[in-house]
């Protein structure tokens, strides 16, 4: 059964409504997370136990938005919409702001006629199944007949176990029984091609004295060529029991060798500089910005495609075309998309955000003097500046000085798959909250990995921070409930809870780190990820707020809530990871690691990224 069927413009004025009262807020959830988000390519959504199908008429700025019991496959629907439309776009005003009451009528006729035609088509194809369904009986019927009577061919068995079927032209197929392999033979000859898979023993063993012999003359030429380099002799450390224990720590010396003594490391944040958090970044005003070389995205689409004459061209661009179909949008979209996989935007991704500028574009009329191809890039410019552009402001410096005057630490957990770099980027944005007269403490909850509390616990000797530590093998849920305790009671500001790194499809460390965000409600969780990864990092966050989702007793599950991206200096400008990390989970990037010292700590810059996207 419908529910409710919606036209409002995109500014939001509903124009016309029709249908029962909703439970909770359908409509406005699709709003902010589909249509404000670039995710309206797909036209379908669900939320609770509603299903959402919407259609858009682009060239008058009308929304159309369909609602049913997610339960129910209503045929109808899809062409309902199309049909309600086609009616609506001929009585619109656009300069008409009020309801259209008269629409109710035209409405009623309309449902009952897509009804009637889906119970139409129902009624056909399940007489096509059971017609299909009949003639296969007959057939199998027929064929177990003829093969009593033994017409078509006999079987016949040769008494070694095995059986052949002797065909209508003579010819013959044997089967072995006794093994896997096949042997055919035709008229008498037989068919090598059919032993292609057999494994031949002697042929593998020929290859391999072949291949010894051609490996024992380089080893032997390379030996020969090659002049031994001198040894370089280290002096050797002495591991004695009576030793002092702070003769065995060289965690602080610079270099980590004897030879530097006891020369400890002063090379901490104040005399490293300032983060590069608080530094505007400048983008360069390369050539390759210009709009002249982003309007012919469509000629590299389809290298074989026939190209429109130059006069149809030129006319089409002057004089502006009258509805834009996605016939006309394909060309330049395949484009965009080749262009955005090579940049490492994963390619579901990639496909989604082209669907959805198609889905913004059709149907709408092309400006005079215009390219298809500038309006498209124009569109997909916009969509990625709209998502990747943070929903929600996220201020961390402004949120840590409202828990402190609520005398509440504020609480980050650093989370992430194995070896991305948490620790080290938790490093920095401790020396980034220290410029800003930031007290913090570290938290060593990875009791998992052998030497993560001793790392931690140099970053901490290096920034001259506190460090709450429990050692390894214990619950990390409780060491984190202590460290935010003691940090209360010494008035640290912030607390920064370094977490184990673990697979999403890891369960059992899944639930663990569930229950340590269940168990302290931290304010901000930042998913750590590498921007070297490319499909890997959908299927990474996806299941990571899946796993937090599915495996919480709350709820209202927390799940992540900003993204740090790391190694961001090594990956030239294949950036696509951080607008699939942010389409996936709707987080934003709030901090990109570029660099190995605690200074290395970046701001994402939307504008530099886009650019980079579609250069």
Known sequence: MLEQLLIFTRGGLILWSWGNALKGSPIDTLIRSCLLEERSGAASYTHDSYSLKWTFHNDLGLVFVAVYQRILHLLYVDDLLAAVKREFSLIHDPSKK???????????????EAEARAEDLKKSSNAVT?????????????????????????LKNDGE??????????????????????????????????????????????????????????????????????????????????TPETKLDFTDQVGGGDDDGDRKVDYLAKEQGESMMDKEEVLSSDSEEDDDDDVDVGKKS???????????????????????????????????????????????????????????????????????????????????VRILTPRRSIDILRDIHAAKEHRKPYVVVFVGVNGVGKSTNLAKVAYWLQQHNVSVMMAACDTFRSGAVEQLRTHARRLQI???????????????KEAIQEASRNGSDVVLVDTAGRMQDNEPLMRALSKLIYLNNP???????????????????????????????????RLIDGILLTKFDTIDDKVGAALSMVYISGAPVMFVGCGQSYTDLKKLNVKSIVKTLLK
């Open 466 to 480: 506190p460090i709450f530590e429990k050692g390894y093998e214990k619950d990390p849920a409780l060491v984190a």
């Open 130 to 154: 059971a017609i299909g369904g009949n003639r296969k009986q007959q057939a199998a019927n027929k064929a177990g007949h003829d093969g009593k009577k033994g017409g078509g061919g006999e």
């Open 523 to 557: 304010d901000l969780v930042l998913f750590v990820g590498e921007a070297l990864v490319g499909n890997d990092a959908v299927d990474q966050l996806s299941k990571f707020n899946q796993k937090l989702a599915d495996l919480s007793t709350s709820l209202t599950p």
């Open 302 to 384: 389809k290298p074989d495609a026939k190209k429109k004459g130059w006069f149809s061209s030129m006319f089409q661009s002057i004089a502006g075309k009258a509805n834009l179909e996605k016939s006309d949008l394909e060309p330049a979209l395949k484009a965009l998309k080749d262009r955005l996989m090579t940049k490492n935007v994963a390619e579901e991704i990639a496909e989604k955000l082209c669907e959805s500028v198609a889905a913004s574009l059709e149907g709408k009329k092309l400006a005079s003097f215009t390219r298809i191809s500038s309006t498209v890039h124009a569109a997909m410019e916009e969509a990625l």
């Open 98 to 112: 009020t309801l259209y009451p008269d629409f109710d009528e035209t409405f009623r006729q309309l449902k009952i």
């Open 161 to 242: 176990g095995k059986k052949g079927r002797k065909l209508e032209n003579g010819d013959s197929v044997v089967v072995a029984n006794d093994s896997n392999m096949r042997k055919s033979s035709v008229n008498g000859k037989e068919n090598e091609s059919s032993n292609v898979g057999a494994f031949d023993v002697n042929k593998l063993q020929k290859l391999r004295s072949k291949g010894g012999d051609v490996k024992k003359k380089k080893i032997t030429d390379s030996v020969v060529s090659k002049v031994e380099p001198k040894k370089v002799v280290k002096k050797n450390r002495v591991w004695d029991e009576s």
